[in-house]
């Protein structure tokens, strides 16, 4: 299983409405097409919003922006006069609603600018809000003759904000950069609707973005964001929960579960399963429970290294940058890398200065608990997938003299 984007810009603003059908405009976002082998399994938005806007957003909870479903703030504070750039996935659930319209990016895009062009001359925009700060911003009127009232009802689900979830808020700032992750950023969205292996990824999730939580916020009344992410998801785990009992006698031939009946007892076991059953080669150093192979992805060919401390109960997988970094870069790439560890839900880039070589690392402890294939599964992919995903950034530090800043823009707009 390899995850693939497919993606396409809008050459437009897109305007979404909320419960109140106030206007909330996304400026130019880039929409991206998530698929599994050729299912496409999520959408998402990327885009910059002026940081009025995101005032708007903030002060509103709007795309499901909560305060109590946010991670600490990282870097600093917001400052005005400087856009932010946010990230956005849409539910599960409503995503049949998108691909009836399209099965591509450049397809979902025209869609979509075509029902924001359908829907706005129809809507009041709102005469003001209230920052979470208590200031009053004013938001202009349109002189014409008002439009026929629209409800939330008629408005397309695909342009409601309840449809969509904010994953991450970012502000790059002249020397540094500020921003939080959201909830949904640690679960991934798609996991809510899928049943075995979805559970394990939401626990995981779950207990990252607390931990997470606790560290900026262990000050603040933790019986709060308890609360609320019980009333607001406790029902969506408990059908999980029954939708997995139930789907896991459907699923016998499903890789997984067949594996995770007879699953081998030893963290070793476990991992060299994994790449059989993926049809992966694997190279064993004698006498040793570490494994090398190589991964051949979108934007090059790196080897990988595995390691399974039985003692530890640890496994850890590193993907090895195939370039070394000249001495004369390292402090850039230094730099770069960090930009991109910042926001990163699983694993890390690291860099050892004396050599330049880079590696990119996932690893797991499992003391008191177990290994499954299913976690291993999403361990390997999250890490190879990343790495090549910021690969060409690599690159275009060490020889293309482009900035750190001007790099992590290319990739992650």
């Given at each position: 299983m390899v995850l693939q984007t497919d993606t396409s810009s809008l050459d437009r603003d897109l305007t979404f409405y909320d419960a109140s059908t106030s206007p909330v405009t996304l400026c130019k976002p880039n929409l991206l097409l998530i698929r599994d082998d050729n299912a496409i399994i999520g959408c998402r938005l990327c885009c910059q919003v002026s940081f009025e806007e995101y005032q708007?957003?903030?002060?509103?909870?709007?795309?499901?922006?909560k305060s109590a479903l946010r991670g600490s703030l990282i870097g600093g504070k917001f400052i005005p006069d400087v856009s932010v750039h946010m990230k956005f996935s849409l539910k599960p659930d409503i995503l049949p609603n998108l691909l009836e319209h399209g099965e591509n990016a450049e397809a979902v895009v025209a869609y979509l600018l075509a029902l924001s062009q359908k829907t706005e001359p129809l809507i009041h925009p709102s005469a003001?809000?209230?920052?979470s700060t208590g200031e009053?911003?004013?938001?202009?009127?349109?002189?014409?003759?008002?439009?026929?009232d629209l409800t939330q009802n008629e408005v397309d689900p695909l342009l409601q904000t309840e449809s969509w979830l904010c994953l991450s808020v970012k502000q790059v700032q002249a020397s540094n950069e500020v921003g939080y992750k959201t909830f949904w950023s640690y679960i991934n969205p798609a996991n809510l609707y899928q049943t075995v292996a979805g559970g394990e990824q939401i626990l995981s999730g779950v207990a990252g973005f607390l931990e997470k939580w606790i560290e900026g916020n262990w000050s603040k009344a933790a019986e709060k964001i308890a609360n609320e992410i019980i009333e607001d998801f406790g029902h969506s785990l408990e059908a999980l929960v029954d939708e997995s009992s139930s789907e896991l006698d459907d699923s016998a031939g499903h890789e997984i579960t067949d594996h995770d009946t007879n699953e081998p007892s030893s963290l070793f076991d476990i991992v060299t399963a994994f790449f059989a059953a993926e049809d992966w080669?694997?190279?064993?150093?004698?006498?040793?429970?570490?494994l090398q192979l190589a991964f051949q992805g979108n934007n090059g060919q790196w080897s990988c290294y595995v390691h399974a401390n039985e003692t530890r109960q640890e496994f850890l997988f590193y993907s090895l940058c195939p370039v070394t970094v000249p001495v004369d870069k390292r402090l850039v790439m230094a730099e770069f890398l960090t930009r991109a560890n910042y926001g990163l839900t699983i694993g890390n880039f690291e860099m050892y200065f004396d050599s330049g070589e880079i590696h990119y690392k996932t690893s797991l402890d499992v003391e008191g608990d177990r290994l499954s294939i299913a976690l291993v599964r999403q361990l390997v992919y999250a890490n190879v997938m990343i790495m090549d995903q910021y690969l060409p950034g690599i690159m275009a530090i060490i020889y293309g003299n482009v900035s750190p800043i001007d790099a992590i823009a290319q990739i992650e707009n």
């Open positions: 708007k957003i903030d002060a509103g909870a709007i795309f499901n922006l003001s809000f209230v920052t009053d911003v004013e938001v202009e009127q349109s002189p014409d003759s008002a439009p026929p080669p694997v190279y064993q150093r004698e006498g040793t429970t570490n």
